[in-house]
DNA sequence: GTACATCAA
């Protein structure tokens, strides 16, 4: 035979439940109340309501949100409670007198599909009764809509409108164990309402292991006396399958390679199901695709009866390959889906039997002394590998294959550390200010962030103009920059075009900036993309150059095909557009005004300059470029135009992302005079003509 | 010479 033997050996210690709380029904299920109208399908949506394992809990879990101002609900996969819930609380009163029961989800499609399921089960047009609501699509009646679906930033958005949230009688936090930004944010200020709103109901749906945390946080009792809490609990079980776990009987040296052995060894020796493996990022996915695909062609060469089809899975990956990861395959195909952690959360793939987990995660960390993020391989915690192993329980029992030994396993942290600990803190303190919240340092967080990066956001909006010297929010600028969904520096840098002069062009750079990987290319094309890309690429840097692809988008009436032809990501660009419009609408209602550089560069860079100045670097003889701020090393990133040109001078950039090198994302030369002239405040001229940045010293 | 986890407003 060809293909090498496996040489990985695997043990199982005893099996262990995957029970994991989640996320989206089982697809039979949606199946079986599609249809609505005819009124014996109507009795059976109700019979498949009542089999979900959260009906048993009905009269307990409305009786707790009776008695107590908020419940923690610790429901494993597949027990319905994210259908269900908001429907009993309807049904028992909760949505009177005009009032909404609000569920929030951190992600788009979970709160759009979720809505649309319980709208389905109710007989009920979507955006009337049950509607949801997400960025760029609201489908709600603020008259109608007793049950909302929204994603939890679009809920820290309307707190700005609604700082009570009188809306709403009832909010559950769904998901709350992923301990998203948006989610801490919402935590937080929630308990801070309920002092003030003592007939505000929450509801946090959260996973066994942060359930005590939650409880103990929301609970205002400090009597001592239990009869006095203000916290209920309850548990609902899951309805999956059972997941088999295999250890590896001595550490990997290679997870790469051993994940090419393992996926052949279950081909080899495992009955039929699909596979799943999870690795950190691009380039490993790629490998072990090219690999395995490698390897399945020898197979197939000897004949054996069922065949491998090898499909990557990562967010940067072209539409419509990542559709094939959704695709059903015949029963002579054993699919095997490589994914980065996309796979985890994000996105369901059916017919999983078996797992592979590697123990490791791209994580992004925030080093809070020099306001640098990084990108770091970071060891998986004890609830990311429980996931990981459920998603092979989904239809039947399956088989998790860690890669590391048990002893490893118990090593892991028992949970990820939450984002508020791990990011640039300048949007959440600016969200913040806008609320009314005066001292940050002193807000209730359930965990709370470094103070040193609530320090580090200060100075920055401080900088901007956002603050004034008592850290109050400044009128308008700083309420204003607080409104934008984007980051300070954005914010500014779209207040301040209009005075610029280019108003509509910083509109659309802002845009193409949210948006990740413009340019796309498969590995097989890189040549001919890196061609056609170039065409669009100008000396100054890579916000003009998007601003180039998006001006030759519109005047190709936003074609497909166009994008398809010159490798462009033609999703990222409509998704753009939208967000284009929203900015545009917002720099109205400022009374921004509307104007065009009319093609004259050194405008649209100077605007650039006035919110990213904190953001600037010259060249070092060494070839590199040292950061104005401390002095550090930073290098052009090698996804930007400017890599591999001749290299600027002073350049600004829109951030630092550290892997190998620190290396700047979104570079855009610049002149020095431009930042003493834009950030006096900031910068000063020193000797031999070159810049000094004040805050390095002070400190 | 080098290279982007994921989600959201």
Not at 316 to 326: A, D, H, K, T, W
Not at 418 to 433: I, S, T, Y
Not at 626 to 646: A, Q
Request: net charge positive.
């Amino acid at each position: 035979m060809a293909a090498p033997r496996s040489t990985m050996k695997f043990w199982k210690p005893g099996s262990e439940a995957p029970g994991v709380s989640e996320e989206r029904e089982l697809p039979t299920e949606t199946a079986a109340s599609a249809v609505v109208h005819n009124p014996h399908a109507a009795l059976s949506v109700e019979k498949q309501r009542q089999k979900l394992p959260v009906f048993k809990h009905r009269n307990n879990i409305l009786y707790l949100v009776e008695s107590y101002q908020t419940v923690v609900i610790v429901g494993e996969t597949g027990c319905g409670k994210s259908t269900q819930i908001p429907q009993y609380l309807l049904e028992a009163g909760w949505a009177a007198e005009g009032k909404v029961i609000g569920v929030t989800q951190p992600r788009r499609v979970a709160a759009t599909s979720v809505a649309n399921r319980v709208a389905e089960e109710r007989g009920a047009h979507l955006g009337h009764e049950v509607g949801y609501s997400i960025r760029f699509d609201d489908c709600s009646d603020p008259h109608a809509t007793r049950i909302k679906f929204l994603t939890d930033g679009m809920l820290a958005r309307e707190m700005m409108a609604d700082p009570l949230l009188q809306a709403y009688s009832v909010l559950m936090l769904d998901e709350a164990h992923e301990r998203t930004l948006h989610t801490d944010i919402a935590i937080g200020l929630l308990k801070k309402i309920q002092r003030k709103r003592r007939d505000l109901r929450v509801i946090v749906a959260s996973a066994t292991l942060d359930a005590k945390k939650f409880q103990n946080f929301f609970n205002l009792n400090e009597s001592g006396d239990p009869n006095k809490d203000t916290c209920g609990i309850v548990s609902v079980e899951g309805r999956t399958f059972p997941v088999d776990i295999f250890y590896t009987l001595s550490p990997v040296p290679d997870y790469v390679k051993a994940t090419v052995e393992t996926v052949l060894k279950i081909h080899e020796t495992e009955d039929d199901g699909d596979v799943l493996a999870f690795l950190t990022g691009q380039e490993e996915v790629e490998t072990v695709v090219c690999m395995l695909q490698e390897q399945a062609r020898t197979l197939s060469r000897h004949g054996l009866k069922k065949h491998l089809r090898v499909l990557p899975m990562y967010a940067g990956l072209p539409y419509s390959e990542q559709m094939r990861v959704f695709e059903r395959v015949p029963p002579t195909v054993r699919k095997v889906v490589v994914a980065t952690n996309i796979a985890e959360t994000s996105i369901t793939i059916n017919g999983i039997v078996f797992v592979i987990d590697c123990a490791f995660v791209k994580l992004r960390a925030y080093d809070s002394r020099t306001a640098i993020d990084s990108l770091v391989v970071t060891p998986i915690s004890k609830a990311s590998a429980s996931q990981r192993a459920g998603r092979a329980g989904r239809i039947r029992a399956g088989k998790c294959f860690r890669l590391y030994t048990e002893e490893d396993f118990e090593k892991l942290p028992e949970s990820t550390v939450p984002e508020m600990q791990r990011c640039d803190l300048a949007p959440v303190v600016l969200h913040l200010k806008a609320l009314g919240v005066d001292n940050v340092l002193r807000f209730n967080f359930l965990s709370p962030p470094p103070a040193q990066s609530l320090v580090q956001a200060l100075e920055l909006l401080y900088a901007l103009g956002g603050l004034d010297q008592y850290g109050r929010l400044s009128e308008p600028v700083g309420v204003h920059m607080a409104e934008f969904p984007l980051s300070p520096m954005f914010a500014k840098m779209l207040l301040e075009s209009g005075n610029f002069g280019c108003s509509k062009e910083i509109v659309t750079i802002a845009a193409m900036m949210q948006i990740q990987n413009v340019f796309v290319a498969l590995p097989n094309q890189k040549k001919a993309a890196a061609r056609e890309h170039r065409k669009f690429s100008v000396a100054e840097g890579d916000h003009l150059t998007m601003l180039n692809v998006y001006e030759a988008f519109e005047k190709h009436q936003k074609s497909s095909r166009w994008c398809q032809e010159h490798f462009l990501n033609y999703r990222g660009l409509v998704r753009a557009a939208s967000i284009r419009e929203q900015l545009r609408r917002m720099l109205n209602k400022f009374r921004v005004p509307r104007n065009s550089s009319e093609g004259d560069p050194d405008v649209i860079l100077r605007c650039i300059v006035s919110g990213f100045f904190a953001n600037a670097a010259r060249l070092h003889h060494s070839g590199s470029y040292r950061t104005l701020r401390d002095d550090r090393e930073l290098h052009i990133h090698p996804n930007s135009v400017l890599y591999g040109e001749k290299p600027p001078k002073w350049v600004v950039f829109n951030e630092v992302l550290q892997t190998s090198k620190y290396f700047m994302r979104d570079v855009t030369a610049v002149e020095s005079a431009w930042l003493v002239e834009l950030a006096p405040h900031f910068y000063k001229q020193a000797k031999h003509g070159s810049l000094a940045s004040k805050r390095s010293k002070i400190l």
